[in-house]
């Protein structure tokens, strides 16, 4: 039932995070009030569906701007949603976290990504989201958003392709950018196909953010060690390679409770400590 639970409210947050139905339309991007906000989880301001920003592209614009300043704004945000809920954003909140799983439902052979890729994500958030709109800036001293312009897939998906489409102009202007982050989104499907998640687990700079808080989170797993039998068919079905059992509130944890249905003793449960 929570697995269910879980799918529909990951449906349920895409469609109200996309709501903007006049962006397909041939209305443009929607550019009222509520862009001004950011959502939770990574979901593209260039999407004509989007009604809010990425908070990954909300950094970088202020970073990279000509009177650099520090979004204390944004980084509040985050770190509310971090102590509170660590990375079950990432579980439940994220489109792109969704479309990933959706397409891991395809019958295919599957393995898990090496342990040390889920390092790779934190080198993006320092250089490409951190240093690079700051260090590498043009001749008006703004920089670019390098994340959102040269890595991620998200935007493609949700940005990149549906405006290309819609629009004659664009189209035919198409370079060497579009097909560089083209390849970067096919990529990430067809891996999305064999492997749970790799996006989320190696490159995703907002999940590496919502990951520092896992361990202070007030939302937690625990193991009751009375019922615990050391099984680890918590850490098999885990998509994230979580050794459950050891360390429930790990880094890379995204909270999505497949561990809690595949324990036989019911010894993982969810805790609200403050």
């Given at each position: 039932?929570?697995?269910?639970?879980?799918?529909?409210?990951?449906?349920?947050?895409?469609?109200?995070?996309?709501?903007?139905?006049?962006?397909?339309?041939?209305?443009?991007?929607?550019?009222?009030?509520l862009k001004k906000s950011c959502v939770p989880g990574l979901n593209c301001y260039?999407?004509?569906?989007?009604?809010?920003?990425?908070?990954?592209?909300?950094?970088?614009?202020?970073?990279?701007?000509?009177?650099?300043?520090?979004?204390?704004?944004?980084?509040?945000?985050?770190?509310?949603?971090?102590?509170?809920?660590?990375?079950?954003?990432?579980?439940?909140?994220?489109?792109?976290?969704?479309?990933?799983?959706?397409?891991?439902?395809?019958?295919?052979?599957?393995?898990?990504?090496?342990?040390?890729?889920?390092?790779?994500?934190?080198?993006?958030?320092?250089?490409?989201?951190?240093?690079?709109?700051?260090?590498?800036?043009?001749?008006?001293?703004?920089?670019?958003?390098?994340?959102?312009?040269?890595?991620?897939?998200?935007?493609?998906?949700?940005?990149?392709?549906?405006?290309?489409?819609?629009?004659?102009?664009?189209?035919?202007?198409?370079?060497?950018?579009f097909k560089w982050k083209m390849a970067?989104?096919?990529?990430?499907?067809?891996?999305?196909?064999?492997?749970?998640?790799?996006?989320?687990?190696?490159?995703?700079?907002?999940?590496?953010?919502?990951?520092?808080?896992?361990?202070?989170?007030?939302?937690?797993?625990?193991?009751?060690?009375?019922?615990?039998?050391?099984?680890?068919?918590?850490?098999?079905?885990?998509?994230?390679?979580?050794?459950?059992?050891?360390?429930?509130?790990?880094?890379?944890?995204?909270?999505?409770?497949?561990?809690?249905?595949?324990?036989?003793?019911?010894?993982?449960?969810?805790?609200?400590?403050?």
């Amino acid at each position: 039932m929570a697995k269910v639970n879980r799918k529909i409210i990951q449906i349920i947050s895409t469609l109200i995070t996309n709501a903007n139905i006049k962006g397909v339309m041939g209305y443009g991007i929607y550019k009222g009030p509520l862009k001004k906000s950011c959502v939770p989880g990574l979901n593209c301001y260039s999407c004509p569906l989007a009604v809010s920003s990425c908070p990954i592209g909300s950094i970088q614009a202020i970073l990279g701007s000509a009177k650099y300043k520090f979004s204390f704004y944004i980084l509040g945000i985050l770190m509310l949603i971090g102590v509170v809920l660590g990375r079950v954003v990432c579980g439940f909140l994220c489109p792109f976290g969704l479309v990933q799983e959706f397409l891991n439902k395809i019958r295919t052979p599957k393995f898990k990504l090496p342990n040390w890729t889920k390092y790779i994500k934190y080198v993006v958030l320092i250089i490409f989201v951190i240093l690079l709109p700051i260090l590498w800036a043009n001749e008006l001293g703004m920089g670019d958003p390098t994340f959102c312009k040269y890595i991620c897939p998200a935007g493609m998906l949700e940005g990149g392709i549906p405006l290309v489409l819609m629009n004659n102009s664009l189209r035919s202007i198409v370079g060497f950018l579009f097909k560089w982050k083209m390849a970067i989104l096919i990529f990430t499907i067809i891996l999305s196909i064999y492997t749970f998640r790799p996006f989320c687990k190696a490159i995703c700079p907002l999940g590496a953010i919502y990951s520092f808080f896992n361990p202070i989170s007030i939302y937690k797993l625990e193991i009751d060690k009375d019922k615990c039998i050391y099984c680890k068919k918590c850490s098999e079905v885990c998509g994230m390679g979580v050794e459950v059992y050891k360390s429930p509130n790990s880094l890379e944890c995204i909270r999505c409770g497949e561990c809690k249905t595949v324990c036989p003793t019911k010894a993982i449960k969810t805790a609200i400590k403050l």
